[in-house]
């Protein structure tokens, strides 16, 4: 069960927006509109931003939006804030009996 | 307030046994599908097993395959992992997730806060 390709790592500045990428395969992020991002501050718990894709759980800012093409999910968080400084993680339903895989994880650095 | 406790980590032999607990609160436990999602230290996150919400569809990474049996019950609000045949590469911070689903384990909402298990001679 290889894990979905996500950068190691991305920054950007207060204000501005930036994306992280999610590549898997046609037999998960290309298959199923089952894409999930997760944020994960030092010495937390996960914590949901984006699941089926595009949809946002209440209380997580609009700031935080998903999208796919194709085998590619993304994540865009627009005017940055100090306090999304995290990592990032994108996990990807596969069907059967097989569960679900993440990615590698992005770690996103606010400058 | 919706909460997961896991308990039951601890420092284990290679090769020995142990039995994680995960006890839900806040939310209608036996509604959803429930899952094991562990990560190695300055690791990623892996998922290791979930089960429906019924406890009749079981789901296992090829890794755990044959070693963990994922089992819950919804009377005591409470998921279980029974983890066998321990080794080093099972060493990890072990977070109970509830899934936004009654069947499989397309999202997961709700985290628990980890229980570390430490495999170790």
């Known amino acids: 069960q290889s894990a979905l390709t996500q950068p190691a790592s991305v920054s950007g500045s207060p204000g501005q927006s930036i994306t992280i990428s999610c590549t898997g395969t046609s037999s998960d992020v290309g298959a199923y509109d089952y894409v999930s991002w997760y944020q994960q501050h030092p010495g937390k718990a996960p914590k949901v931003m984006i699941y089926d894709v595009s949809d946002r759980p209440s209380g997580v800012s609009n700031r935080f939006s998903g999208s796919k093409s194709g085998n590619t999910a993304s994540l865009t968080i627009s005017g940055l804030q100090a306090e999304d400084e995290a990592d990032y993680y994108c996990?990807?339903?596969?069907?059967?009996?097989?569960?679900?895989?993440f990615g590698g994880g992005t770690k996103l650095t606010v400058l | 307030e919706v909460q997961l406790l896991e308990s039951g980590g601890g420092l284990i032999q290679p090769g020995g046994s142990l039995r994680l607990s995960c006890e839900a609160s806040?939310?209608?436990?036996?509604?959803?599908?429930m899952n094991w999602v562990r990560q190695a230290p300055g690791k990623g996150l892996e998922w290791v097993s979930g089960?429906?919400?019924?406890?009749?569809?079981?789901f296992y990474a090829d890794s755990v395959k044959g070693r963990f049996t994922i089992s819950r019950d919804n009377s005591k609000n409470t998921l279980y992992l029974q983890m066998k045949t321990l080794s080093a590469e099972d060493t990890a911070l072990y977070y109970c997730?509830?899934?936004?689903?009654?069947?499989?384990?397309?999202?997961?909402?709700?985290w628990g806060q980890g229980t570390m298990v430490s495999v170790s001679s």
């Open positions: 089960l429906s919400a019924t406890g009749f569809g079981t």
């Open positions: 997730a509830k899934a936004t689903s009654g069947y499989d384990s397309r999202a997961f909402d709700i």
């Open positions: 806040g939310f209608a436990f036996s509604s959803y599908a």
């Open positions: 996990g990807s339903y596969r069907g059967g009996n097989t569960g679900v895989v």
